[in-house]
């Protein structure tokens, strides 16, 4: 994928400023306003830290009926090796706790999982789903402290599919309080970034002083395997949002035509 211009960089007052933005990119898809099929959008979402009152305040909105989910599909980045959806510490056990609709979701057919097991005829199976279902519209993400999107790790290829990989050690020490009494996972089933990158549109969210690190390797450092997140920068309609202590070590003269 040849580069494109750099992503657009948002520097919120808070980390909360970006739940009402993403609420209203799902409204947006939801409702069929940036719809120019009759087929519903797919969208992707994150789980982790980062979206946890997004989660919860997207719940809110479905309950309360501003948002109507048998409009919309939904799937997720990855998931660790044999966990279920209903195993506690998995990523959707995780995000069906923060927004219980999506088990809904789930149960009605509207919601992907990924195939947990990993096994190779599955992953196919499940790109073909989102192929058939008109492919991501709008995909969530966050960043690794070690600049890893989904379980993308440092060192991984940019050209490469939904896929089982090994998870870097930091990334397992991150997640070291979900699983106690029991030691994280050390396999998990991932989209690669040539899969995340052919979602039509790409919001990254990054918050807190432990994500400066990653975020201006992102932006600012090599579009290589080292820093997987800096394959956005090959993306015609990829997002940044950032509170300050995310965007503490950026160059601003570098990326002030990306400022918005």
Request: aromatic fraction near 4%.
């Amino acid at each position: 994928m040849d580069h494109q211009a750099p992503p657009q960089v948002r520097v919120l007052d808070a980390a909360d400023a970006a739940v009402p933005f993403l609420l209203q990119e799902v409204r947006a898809l939801a409702s069929g306003q940036e719809s120019e099929s009759n087929q519903r959008p797919l969208i992707s979402f994150a789980t982790g830290g980062t979206f946890t009152a997004f989660f919860r305040a997207l719940d809110a909105e479905i309950k309360q009926g501003r948002i109507t989910p048998t409009e919309f599909l939904g799937t997720h980045l990855d998931e660790y090796m044999g966990f279920e959806p209903e195993r506690p510490g998995g990523m959707l056990h995780e995000l069906s706790l923060r927004c219980p609709a999506m088990r809904d979701m789930l149960a009605r057919g509207s919601f992907l999982p990924v195939p947990c097991h990993g096994a190779e005829g599955s992953l196919r199976a499940h790109e073909e789903r989102i192929e058939r279902a008109g492919g991501i519209k709008l995909q969530l993400l966050g960043i690794g402290r070690n600049g890893h999107i989904a379980f993308n790790e440092p060192g991984a290829s940019l050209d490469e599919g939904f896929h089982v990989t090994t998870l870097a050690e930091s990334t397992r020490v991150d997640a070291k309080a979900r699983f106690v009494p029991d030691q994280p996972p050390r396999r998990a089933v991932t989209a690669g970034m040539k899969s995340i990158l052919t979602a039509e549109r790409i919001i990254l969210c990054a918050f807190g002083a432990d994500k400066a690190a990653a975020v201006t390797s992102m932006l600012q450092g090599e579009v290589n395997g080292t820093c997987p997140a800096s394959a956005l920068r090959m993306h015609k309609n990829a997002l940044v949002l950032l509170d300050s202590a995310a965007a503490s070590n950026l160059d601003a003269g570098a990326i002030a035509g990306a400022m918005h």
